[in-house]
């Protein structure tokens, strides 16, 4: 069965701190991909980034950072120095490389982490 | 840019009414897929599509359908709506080029049913 995992319901943090959001998945796939999406107050889910499991560098981009771990089934999430626009609910998300049943494309979502970064 | 854009913002509609619920995408994406979105259930797939006139059942299809008569277009269907259909809906796409291609998402339809 594939499942992910994102333990952190809510966290809340103070402008300019670090904060870590953690994914943990599930899977019996050697091949497959991981997301993170952010869902602003708005509404939409804003593709965030993607990683192949064969690749296991870590990523940084800007403020932003993911850690890969294929040891411990992790995909953590790391937001530097946040600001209040970070406020979001952010999902981790898994796919697979392999078609089940037709379900090839279908991501399978964690329940999210609502972040509030208050000023 | 990838533009997944829904019909509405908000919707409200009556118990028993047939609602759609309609979601274009405008870069040629095979798949396209419908979601609620509920408070502690996270994400749930309703409907999902890899080709025109192609569906396929997701997690929660009951109560719902799809039609995909045209690519770019997919549409949900609530057949008699029923106040437990009160939610966020959102319509997302994506390539079939290669297996690792993101979902893209519309800003979403809150509709509720009074």
């Known amino acids: 069965a594939q499942k992910v995992t994102q333990a952190q319901t809510e966290i809340s943090v103070v402008e300019k701190e670090d904060v870590t959001l953690d994914c943990v998945y599930e899977?019996?796939?050697?091949?497959?991909?991981l997301f993170w999406y952010k869902q602003p107050p708005s509404g939409e889910l804003v593709f965030l980034i993607r990683?192949?499991?064969?690749?296991?560098q870590n990523e940084i981009s800007g403020r932003y950072s993911w850690n890969f771990q294929k040891s411990t089934s992790s995909f953590n999430f790391t937001i530097t120095a946040s600001q209040v626009v970070d406020s979001a609910v952010y999902f981790c998300a898994l796919k697979s490389s392999w078609n089940y049943g037709g379900s090839q494309g279908n991501l399978i979502f964690g329940k999210g982490t609502k972040l509030s970064v208050k000023p | 840019d990838v533009k997944v854009t829904q019909s509405s913002r908000y919707l409200v509609k009556r118990t028993g009414e047939k609602v759609f619920l309609e979601c274009v995408q405008d870069?040629?994406?095979?798949?396209m897929f419908w979601y609620r979105q509920d408070p502690g259930l996270g994400l749930r797939l309703i409907y999902f599509?890899?080709?025109?006139?192609?569906?396929e059942k997701g997690d929660i299809p009951e109560g719902y359908s799809v039609s995909r008569e045209k690519k770019e277009r997919f549409s949900l269907i609530l057949e008699s709506a029923s106040t437990n259909q009160t939610s966020m809906y959102l319509c997302a796409s994506s390539s079939q080029t290669g297996n690792n291609q993101p979902q893209h998402f519309g800003d979403g339809t809150r509709l509720s049913i009074l």
């Open positions: 599509s890899y080709d025109v006139k192609m569906k």
């Open positions: 990683r192949n499991s064969f690749d296991e």
């Open positions: 870069m040629d994406h095979e798949n």
């Open positions: 899977t019996r796939d050697t091949t497959y991909y």
